[in-house]
């Protein structure tokens, strides 16, 4: 299949083949418009991996790169919180490959870059996704940079430096390792194999729904709550639902409900200012670092999702996270803070709103708690 990027901001069209990350007007790229197959026929049955979904995703008959670099990801359980309880269901999202959910992301990403002849890819992180990008290059037989900040967990440097891949620790915040790998982007070192910016990524975040939808036999959950940084799964998830609709699959959009950290929480302030894009903000500090994104590139993409979905976005109450993560850990889920931090949220806003809470309510387990220091 050959698909174009197409900027989101003015349009214009770029194929994958020319490595370009964004747009000539500084736009953020997206995929063009493409034909989705999905259908108990569709879904290839003996395959146990997200590419199960393979239809659902831009590519042609012929491309089967992903068998060499797929390492099972995907197809997480999905099982109640607590016994007494069958409306709030998790997904626990952290049994992957590289113990969180941004595997789905870079599995169909690396297949990409393996098919367009990159040799060497570049990406910046917070941690997770640099994972998942160090392991499945390394498996692709594909040469790795990967930048992080400086005080990034120390298990998850040495898990990425264990990949194979060359960490670069950067001085200041996240804002400035993402500088950092757009510096060596830019100077030619390699194909920015970017979460944020490469929308290959979000045609493996979107399986995240068609799991949900196979495995609860078409039944949605009424709502969806989501971690917001940069927003690659709640993009995703949208991308999903809308298809899902498109092929009359589903007759309504789930809401989502978006979780912002306390100390950094861009996004929600757009929200509640009702302001249709987003300003960048101070990052005052949070245990989620996972989602401390002061200046989400997609933020505007991600607040049309969520007021499309009717959705809301809420914040996680700080002096919650530690104590919500050893409540997890007692029903059997060892997760990181900032998946702490979802839960955190969700159970202050389930408090104020239990009763006009209809439905069932479903939340991912996005990280494992092994990875946090
Ligand atoms: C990446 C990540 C998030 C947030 O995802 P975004 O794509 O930045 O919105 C949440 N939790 C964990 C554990 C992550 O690794
Ligand atoms: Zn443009």
Redesign the pocket.
Known sequence: MNINYVCHECGKKYKPESLVFRCECSGMLDLEKFEVQFSQKDIVQSEWSLFRYIKTMPFGEDFSLWKDISMGEGLTPIVPLEKDNPNVLVKVD?MMPTL???DRGAAVLIAKAKELGVEKVIQD?????GTSIAAYANRAGIKCDIYVPENTSTKKVKQISSHGANVHLIKGNREDTAKAALTAVENGEGFYAS??YNPFFYQG?KTYVYEIYEQLNGELPETLV?????????LGAYYGFKELLDLGMITKLPKIVAVQAEGCAPIYKAFTEKKSTVDGVANMGTL?E??A?AEPKRGKQILDAIRDTDGEIIVAPENKIGETRRYLAEKGFYV?P??AA?FAAFFDYYERNKDHIKGKVLLPL??AGLKAD
């Open positions: 952290y969180s959910f941004k992180s917070s941690g997770n996704a979460h944020v975040t989501i971690p917001v940084g940069n927003g690659t799964l709640i989620a996972g989602i994104i990181e900032t998946t979802t996005c990280g």
